[in-house]
């Protein structure tokens, strides 16, 4: 079942839109147009101008981020069981380099948990540098070390699963500019990637002028999972409930047009009109270098605005930050400016109960992919073995000594299991040395299970 993605001309924009709303600054300016709504009969050059003065109050951006932070305040801990010496050393090195850069998989997933929050998925693409000798893919068996490739929504043109729901086609748009070699004039080059359970083909597609579009097939041959009849590409998707800018995105729109209305309602506000109140006809220009003359009888004031409607459409600005923490479960951080309620302890731990329960969920799912994607790799260098991620269930370090007390209070009951208490063991020196290399937490394990 190979076809282009549902609905994929039409969720380009909506990628732009969700791209442009998180990170704000240049990009919303840029785009401006996209999102302030021009009233109606508004003549073109003052809708200019509103574009030109518009600004952004990125609230939507700064929830994603904290999520992201506060997911990972303490790192993933991952281990394997049955796992042979090649299998763990595997495992290690590319826990501590997974995209041949020098980025551990921890700090990889904080990219992908972010584009997931903001775009609703996230593929990434498991694969071994290309062997200069030969047109493969793959490079297993020369010491060469898998890497993961983070792709853009925008980059899988094309996607088929079979009737099971497993990939069987992907169609990756890797590259865009300057494809292969030199190109014509007024050629466009696009590269991609077409995966198969067999193998894949690198194309490079060069359109003219004319819209005449010429293939060219760059390399093929087999992947790192071609001999698994597997697509070497994990698919990610973000449940709903933790899909922000799909929860968020809307109200934030909506409280970028109201805070862009107040602010030019407050600067028009500033040049107040002059009224002249006269029964004969009038014509005489009026400004800072001018002096108006009138009669005995004619009158002269100025016209501006009383503020409510300024009181209302300000209160309606902190409802919408209000209702956008809301909606994202943080709705200790979406309070009124100024405020000055006060509240105690066991107030706030309800409120942020909620919070940690998302929290929690966000844990999960991060441990789920990136056993998925460990997984994978193994299976490319033909090992087996039970990945197993934990953590990621604790969003502040005070915790480590309350659960270093259960530990303790476990272990005084003497249960008599031996395999008991090296897990308890393992899990608390893991957690303690959290930011440690995989080879020296390998390295402790062991020395644990030996014990």
Known sequence: MIQERPDYRDKLTVWHTARCLYYGGESMKRNAELFLARRQKEPLEVYRERIASAYYENYIGSIIDWYVSAAFRREPVVFTHEAGDRAKRIVSQFLDNCDQRGTSLTDFFRTVVRDAMVFGEAHLIVDFPAPEDAGGGQARGRGDQAYLVNCAPEQIVEWGVDELGAPEYAKVAVRTENAGREMGAGERGNRYYEYTRDGMRVLDVRTDGGGNARAETVREGPHCLSHQGMLPIVKLETPP????????????????????????????????????????????????????????????????????????????????KAEIFRVCHLSGQGGVSGSTIQQSGLSKQRDFQVTQEMLRALGAWVKKGMKRVLEQVLRAWDESAVVIVSGMDQFDIGEFTSELSDAERLLSLRIGSRTLEKQIHKKLALQFLSDMRQEVKDAIVKEIENS
Do not use: C
């Open 241 to 320: 409930g933790l899909w922000m800018m799909e929860r968020a995105g809307n109200v934030q729109v909506e409280h970028f047009n109201k805070a862009n209305a107040l602010s030019w309602a407050l600067s028009m506000g500033l040049y107040a009109t002059p009224v002249v109140y006269s029964d004969r006809e009038w014509n005489q220009i009026a400004g800072e270098s001018y002096f108006i003359q009138l009669s005995p009888e004619d009158k002269f004031g100025w016209t501006e605005p009383e503020g409510k409607v300024y009181q209302i459409a300000s209160q309606n600005l902190e409802r919408l």
